[in-house]
Structure formats: structure tokens, C-alpha cells
């Protein structure tokens, strides 16, 4: 167990709907990251928190955000989703920045139909 | 620009046989890290490994080892003796100093067939 919790493990949803993906990081990382694992995209990076504050931008779509909340806690969210955004959503943590060991959660199966 | 090829898509072996995952980077910085992850089955990402750019040791932890060489940009994974549980994707990964992230290569499908 990596310490990093994601829920839901799983999400069924419809073309053209908004989901909210929720990560818990381990106790004590500051840093939280968002990734997608895609089968023709392979895994790439989202979005980067550090304490509250976006801190680094990847290839995430003007239709998805996120935020990291006092509490440290984050959420992903995907809105107006089509077919193609249906993939494995993982959030990583990390102390400090990604150089220092990033543990990833389980990961969202996210399935849009 | 960051870039990690694994080159071997997929790798499939005998149960007790050594299995070498091979990963070459590219990267214009001279300071950076790599990492290892696996993914098994079950679909989790499990850190393995990092090395940062300025170590080039070997490292040995029980059956697996990494070895990186700077003169070939590679850092590749070896499972001595390989078990069925080792089967997963590997993951090899690159994070230039002040990148914040993570740029993962394709990943290698390793089979261990009992």
C-alpha cells in the first residue's frame, strides 16, 4: 500500500458529463501529481500541486481541472467527457518535488460510454 | 527535450530465467533522475528505483539490479531468476532538475511463465 488513496476505483459515465476524481496523498507529501494512462498515450503527465499552489502544467485539456485543498487533499475534474478521455487516472505524492520518490495511488478507471 | 524508449514491448521467459528491460533517455540536462516503476495485474504503480544523474553505482536489491551508464544514456533493469509474481509492465521514467514531472517510456509487458 502506497499510502496514496484514490476513490472511485472505478467510474461508468455518459459522453457529454462531468466526473470529480478524488486523491488522498500520503501523510506528509506536499506535492501531488496527476497522471493518465491511456493505451495510445501510454502515461502522461497532467498537473502538478504543491501545498495549494498549481506548480506545473502537462498536457491536460482546457475541459479538465483540478485544485489541492487545505487540507492537501486534490481533485481532478473532467467535464463535457467524450470516448476518448476514458483511461486510468493516477495520482502520485510526493514530500517535496517529483525528484524525491512519487508514490502513486491505485488509480480511477474512468469508462465513458 | 525529455524522452525514455523501452525499446522491448514485450518479454516473455521461463520461470528462473534472468530478464535484462532495457531503457535508453535522452535529456540535455546534466542534472536529472530515473526511475523504475511496475505496474502488476492488479493495475497499482509501484515504485522500484531512482538514480539521480551524478550516481552511476550499480544497485543490487535482492533479485533485481539496475545498471546505468551515462555513455549509452541507458538504465536498465535485470530480474536474476525470475518468478511468476515478477510478471507487470515495467515502467522506466526521466525528471529533469525543475521539471516536476515524470516522463515515462512505453513500458515493457514481462511474462514469466511457470
Known amino acids: 500500500d502506497s499510502g496514496v488513496t484514490q476513490t472511485p476505483k472505478h467510474l461508468i459515465t455518459a459522453t457529454g458529463q462531468r466526473v470529480t476524481l478524488r486523491c488522498s496523498p500520503r501523510s506528509g507529501d506536499l506535492s501531488v501529481y496527476w497522471y493518465q494512462q491511456s493505451l495510445d498515450q501510454g502515461l502522461q503527465f497532467l498537473i502538478q500541486?504543491?501545498?495549494?499552489?498549481?506548480?506545473a502544467k502537462g498536457n491536460i485539456l482546457e475541459r479538465f481541472s483540478a485544485q489541492q485543498f487545505p487540507d492537501l487533499h486534490s481533485e481532478l475534474n473532467l467535464s463535457s467527457l467524450e470516448l476518448g478521455d476514458s483511461a486510468l487516472y493516477f495520482c502520485?505524492?510526493?514530500?517535496?518535488?517529483?525528484?524525491?520518490?512519487?508514490?502513486f495511488g491505485q488509480g480511477t478507471r474512468l469508462t465513458v460510454v | 527535450a525529455q524522452k525514455v524508449t523501452q525499446a522491448q514491448t514485450e518479454i516473455s521467459v521461463v520461470e528462473k530465467e534472468d530478464v535484462t528491460l532495457d531503457c535508453v533517455y535522452e535529456t540535455r540536462d546534466t542534472t536529472y533522475y530515473l526511475f523504475w516503476y511496475k505496474q502488476p495485474p492488479s493495475g497499482e504503480l509501484v515504485f522500484l528505483i531512482r538514480?539521480?544523474?551524478?550516481?552511476?553505482q550499480n544497485e543490487i536489491s535482492g533479485r533485481y539490479s539496475w545498471n546505468f551508464q551515462k555513455s549509452t544514456s541507458s538504465f536498465n533493469f535485470t530480474i536474476t531468476a525470475s518468478q511468476v509474481v515478477d510478471s507487470a509492465v515495467y515502467f522506466c521514467a526521466l525528471s529533469e532538475e525543475g521539471a516536476q514531472k515524470l516522463v515515462f517510456g512505453q513500458g515493457t509487458r514481462l511474462t514469466i511463465n511457470p
Open positions: 500541486y504543491y501545498n495549494g499552489e498549481e506548480r
Open positions: 502520485a505524492s510526493s514530500v517535496v518535488g517529483v525528484h524525491t520518490e512519487a508514490f
Open positions: 538514480r539521480n544523474s551524478f550516481d552511476e
